[in-house]
């Protein structure tokens, strides 16, 4: 299963950058100013107490078990296809405006679990529907995507955007190009690069 071979690397990086904090170099390094302790990995192969079976199968529930249901209860808007992005930790929205750098990564967060960790279609459907939406107000020539958006996904304030947003916009539809072949939003995200890198 993808999600396990990904769940196991991330917890194989975590071991291995643990490991070089470890290294000769930073040993005497005093980490109490900084606000946490050095990580360390025991001699019996605990990492935080825990092995990394214990581990991948903590990531493994903490994504699938609890911050995906959040998401998709409180942050994607099923009825027009946006992510909210103010949503505090009781799933409360302050409004309902969102922002093209948070489209972008939703777009490229959903793409990349469909493509990599959970191959089922409502996780491409999320995405599907929020590039629907962005693509409505598509920049043309050097302009930036709009920063930022309602709910409905019209676009608010200035509608000015910036480079941080065409970039998160940019990597979102990379990978939704991925997950669906579909050769032009790969095409639409390599121009977005390349205009960013005009400004």
């Given at each position: 299963m993808k999600r396990r071979l990904?769940?196991?690397?991330?917890?194989?990086?975590?071991?291995?950058?643990?490991?070089?904090?470890?290294?000769k170099e930073n040993s005497n390094r005093n980490y109490s100013n900084v606000g946490f302790e050095r990580p360390s990995v025991t001699e019996?192969?605990?990492?935080?107490?825990?092995?990394?079976?214990?581990?991948?199968?903590?990531?493994?529930?903490?994504?699938?078990?609890?911050?995906?249901?959040f998401h998709n209860k409180y942050v994607v808007d099923h009825e027009y296809g946006?992510?909210?992005?103010?949503?505090?930790?009781?799933?409360?929205?302050?409004?309902?405006?969102?922002?093209?750098s948070f489209m972008g990564r939703g777009i490229w967060c959903y793409s990349f679990l469909y493509n990599n960790l959970a191959r089922e279609d409502k996780y491409l459907d999320t995405?599907?529907?929020?590039?629907?939406?962005?693509?409505k107000h598509q920049p043309t020539g050097d302009d930036f995507w709009p920063g930022s958006y309602n709910r409905k996904g019209e676009v608010i304030g200035s509608g000015k955007g910036?480079?941080?947003?065409?970039?998160?916009?940019?990597?979102?539809?990379?990978?939704?190009?991925?997950?669906?072949?579909?050769?032009?939003?790969?095409?639409?995200?390599?121009?977005t690069i390349l205009k960013t890198l005009r400004h």
């Open positions: 990904f769940l196991g690397t991330t917890i194989g990086t975590a071991a291995i950058a643990s490991g070089i904090a470890c290294n019996n192969g605990l990492l935080a107490g825990m092995t990394l079976e214990d581990l991948r199968r903590q990531y493994e529930n903490d994504i699938f078990e609890e911050h995906f249901p946006s992510f909210i992005a103010t949503t505090d930790h009781d799933g409360n929205h302050k409004n309902t405006n969102t922002s093209s995405a599907a529907k929020v590039v629907k939406l962005i693509m910036n480079l941080p947003g065409d970039c998160y916009i940019a990597e979102g539809l990379a990978e939704y190009a991925k997950a669906t072949g579909e050769n032009r939003y790969m095409n639409l995200a390599e121009e």
